[in-house]
């Protein structure tokens, strides 16, 4: 996830803040935005990320079959016997990706519709102001990505441990 909100902030600062001043008012002089509306700006910001969920749900399997394994390991060494629940897990990390997958994805999108929406509303604005409230965003998706990750695992954690057997 970190790696996610790392892209993100790369794609906007990278396709997004250049474009700021076009947007806002700079204290002396008006700039117009004809040249492309703010849709057109995080559009592309939206093509840079592509595939990145994508990627983030292939760690995110790696992620459920370590979460898993520990668990797993753990149980055995309390003599907890695993055999019966051990089919349920490979199914329990297929759903775990797909939800988290969706999560990511809307993670990102979400952003970048807010970060759309103060470029659009931007007019009449200073730069500074624009540019201050979009690095906030950057801020903002950063810790809900490490706070969705925390979440996740510990909800894949709490799932696993509610497919434990009687004790042998």
């Not at 079959?65 to 695993?82: A, T």
């Not at 775990?96 to 759309?116: A, F, H, K, P």
């Amino acid at each position: 996830m970190r790696s996610l909100a790392a892209a993100f902030a790369a794609a906007v600062r990278r396709y997004v803040l250049p474009e700021v001043e076009r947007f806002g008012r700079e204290p002396a002089a008006r700039t117009d935005a004809a040249d492309g509306d703010a849709r057109d700006v995080v559009k592309k910001a939206r093509k840079a990320l592509g595939g990145e969920p994508d990627r983030i749900g292939g760690v995110a399997v790696t992620v459920g079959n370590r979460v898993v394994k520990h668990s797993q390991d753990e149980f055995k060494r309390l003599g907890i016997k695993l055999r019966e629940a051990e089919p349920k897990f490979d199914k329990l990390i297929t759903g775990w990706r797909r939800e988290n997958v969706e999560r990511i994805t809307s993670l990102v999108g979400r952003e970048l519709d807010t970060i759309e929406a103060l470029l659009a509303d931007g007019e009449g604005r200073r730069v500074e102001s624009l540019q201050r409230d979009i690095e906030d965003r950057l801020n903002v998706t950063r810790s809900k990505a490490e706070l969705l990750a925390r979440d996740q695992v510990l909800k894949l954690t709490g799932w696993s441990l509610t497919s434990i057997p009687e004790r042998e």
